[in-house]
């Protein structure tokens, strides 16, 4: 099925350090969103970004929409251990009187304490 | 509790047979779109309904069919199951069918023996 590509895949990273996340496409996108699903729960919204080169923030997230419409960016500045989880962008395609909603693959972020 | 119910839970079945499942959206939300995830995979879109009408279509299968209820309810119906067909099944509903954020629920968990 059609993805975005999201990466890195996958991170372990030191309590306090800061994360880059990104996701991109070889497609236009109208909206980008940025999700966390924890292990066995739904995804839960963290950001979204409605206009090209908007930049958004979220307590320690920060997130951007491409200026090519194209990629996203999410940034998660000092860590915590509850941080952990599966990061996920999706973006939304518009055209012909549809709107559906693309998701990227998945950043699994686990942080050591 | 983010306002979207999906039941049931857990699901065990075996193959060749026939499931329904479930979700309420979010009050005052009309659309609602079903998502599914194998395990460790990202979100596959299967299928969009906005107030009771089809609005988008993914890599659904043939065997899989949807409906949304005048009360905005919806139910997924997998059918002839297969052992490939165990996944977390989501269901997300937004306001509308534009640039609207996507409310997850629980999800239902299939495992087709």
């Known amino acids: 099925g059609q993805q975005l590509n999201q990466s890195p895949q996958s991170m372990f990273i030191q309590e306090g350090e800061d994360v880059s996340m990104n996701c991109t496409s070889s497609?236009?996108?109208?909206?980008w969103l940025w999700y966390k699903q924890d292990p066995g729960e739904g995804p839960v919204l963290l950001i979204a970004?409605?206009?090209?080169?908007e930049l958004t923030s979220n307590g320690r997230l920060t997130a951007q929409f491409g200026i090519t419409r194209k990629d996203s960016f999410l940034n998660i500045s000092a860590s915590i251990p509850s941080d952990v989880g599966i990061y996920f962008c999706a973006g939304q395609q518009a055209g012909a009187g549809t709107y559906k909603y693309i998701f990227g693959t998945g950043t699994r972020l686990k942080v050591l304490a | 509790d983010s306002g979207v119910t999906q039941t049931p839970k857990h699901l065990i079945t075996a193959t060749g047979q026939r499931v329904t499942l479930r979700c309420s959206p979010r009050s005052g939300d009309l659309s609602v779109y079903w998502y599914q995830q194998s395990l460790d995979q990202g979100l596959q879109f299967l299928i969009q309904?906005?107030?009771?009408?089809?609005?988008a279509k993914g890599n659904i299968l043939e065997r899989f069919s949807a409906q949304q209820f005048p009360d905005l309810h919806s139910e997924l119906n997998l059918s002839s199951l297969e052992l490939g067909d165990s996944a977390l099944y989501f269901c997300a509903s937004s306001v509308g069918v534009g640039a609207n954020v996507l409310t997850f629920g629980a999800g239902s968990r299939l495992t087709v023996l």
């Open positions: 497609s236009i996108f109208n909206t």
């Open positions: 309904y906005y107030n009771g009408e089809e609005r």
């Open positions: 970004l409605y206009k090209a080169g």
